[in-house]
């Protein structure tokens, strides 16, 4: 208690000095910048834009890049200087909705410019499109990776018992009996951090909903679907037989991911649903020769029906009120080439959005384009969810459904109410 | 305060000059800009329906206050803030006082002790909670302890089931929290005349009635201290919840201090934080008024 007041005494401290400083400074200095040849960029964490940012720089000669990077509570930050009118030049945006900096919310608002005529822009695969795109049509943010999820499995483990990744919902099932015969954990699962509820439930709706009908969002928008008259049952209810077959580690909702991390590398658990970022970030943790297998989740007994789960990552928009356009247009532009993607993703460990002609060297990557270019892509659903508190309602609705308290058909009536709040 | 008075030196003038009242200033302006403005415009806009973003908002009078009492998670959040806080208070005052009477006694070890039962209040607490969330797993330290030493029946899922966890986050608190409230019982005990104490011990007192009878009433103050901290640090008590559990399984451990961190941050619906934190600040002002004016009539009698 002491050592609180202690510290909020500090901070208040601070604060003031840096309130001094900007009072001193006078209030022409927001996120822009006074300098006409100084173009700055504002980003959530991560230093994939710093990668590129130095080609830019040099094909632009006095030219220089700023990166204002928060990469705590980005979303407070930059709605408050988007709200007061001293955001950067260019932002980092959210594609679709869910929060105060996403292209349909930022965007329908007008803080975000029109780039539709962009030389890009017909470059934007149409997984993307509808998410970077304002309700009123216009395009407005160039993005830069694809996330997605599906299977990470721990390939020496699984040879050791010569064991393949699965592809069909049986061999899934299998696939687990197997594993536990071997001692092992199939697929860990870390509840305890609640933002890993939802991988299973969207590897699995990507083919099981939103192959079928993707515009599933915006029929529950228009109140002729819903979570509960869906196949979310039978996703859920999936998630429910895996836990039934023993797939999991005991008491999911005890389990740290991290702990989960750790297992897979060292082979006790085979496999982890995450997002494909993990690949690298599990890779980088674990023991020297540790090679990872990224495959789509399979909901069905046909391997042709599999979707993945796969969204639009980081975009980057113009600030509407910037007076430097033409610079903030060029730099999306520059942005959206090539080899700037290519050098983004592979900073970012994920699979460049954009990549044209070239192709990146890694498993997950190629993995991933393949199924872009087939078009069997769904994207992340809570990118089109209306209300923010549909997420939540899933995120406790699996934690209660684990410890027994609820059933997918309950889970699923709590998430219909939240997206009609 | 009264300046020094030196008899060979001259008595130094101040005590008739007051400082100017505008030195007050900057602590005045300061103390408008990070506290009260803020805090004001945060109370105003819990009566509106603005969303965080750009400047229109409409005023919705009670709106937000009405659907923040009728849901259900934020009674269930003040229930646990409250149980919590009667746990932990109950807890960590029993601990420490029973610390501070042991290490008050003339055991060799007792400096050492000391330290060691302060260590905890060191370590920040949001550390504290995640080094407990680990030792807390179901293949964690604590239920790997139980099985190895024969008592696997104990093992329970201490953070994952919801029967359990607001429990484990009590006693993780304690555990921080127990050596403070013994150093500031053992600043009490010290000042417990040993006369008083040597001659109801001549009179024939053993060492339970002397406690009872003599120490406890004379230090009622560190008691008083000690109570009023631990209720109204443990209303709002946020790090150690949020690290172990995020307020999670599916709400079983939220406490008003995590859900108004989650309406605002999660839900980004900030006009209901708002309203929940005035409902909060509101709830330990009062509590912390009451309780301070009832242990201060007790501590005079």
Redesign the interface.
Known sequence: ????KTRRRTG?AA??AA?TATALAGCSTGGGSDDANVLTVATNGGDAMKAVIAAFEEANPGVTVEVRDSPE?Y??VT?TQ??GGTAPDVIQVFPGTG??VSVK??GD?G?LLDVSDADWADTVPESSRDLLTTDDGALVAVPMTFSSIGGIYNQGALDELGLTAPATWTEVLQFCTDAAEAGKVAYGLG????WTTQLIPYALTATLVYAEDPDFAQHQVEGTATFADSPWQTALEQYVEMNDAGCF????????YS?VQDAVRSGDTLATVSVAAENSTIAAGGPEGLELTYAAFPATDDPADTFLSATTGPSFAVNAATDKTDLAKEFLAFLAEPETQIAYADRYGDTAALPGDMAQDSAVAQLVTGYVNEGRVASWPDQLWPS??VQ?AL???V??V??G??TPADVLATMDQAFHE | MMPIKSRSAKPVRTAGIKPPVWFLAPAVLLYLAIVLIPNGQGLFFSFTDWDGLGSTWAPVGIDNYRAVLSDPNSLQAILNTFMLTLIVTIGQNVIGLLLALGVNSRVKSRHLLRLVFFLPVVLTPIVAGYLWKYLLTPNGTLNGLLESTGLGAWRQNWLGDPEIVLYSICAAVIWQGAGYSMVIYLAGLQAVPAEALEAAAIDGAGAARRTWSITLPLINGAIVVNLLLCVIGNLKQFDTVFSMSEGGPSGASETMATIVYKTAFTYLEYPNALAQGAILTLLVGVIGFVQFRLTQRKALA
Do not use: C, R, V, Y
């Open positions: 208690m002491l050592s609180t208040a604060l003031a309130l509570n979303q407070q709605a988007l709200t929060n105060n919310i930022a608002k803080f509840l305890s951090d609640t580690n005991e008491s999911p909702n005890g389990t740290p702990e923010t508190t939540p995120f406790d609705g934690q209660a684990f410890s308290q609820s």
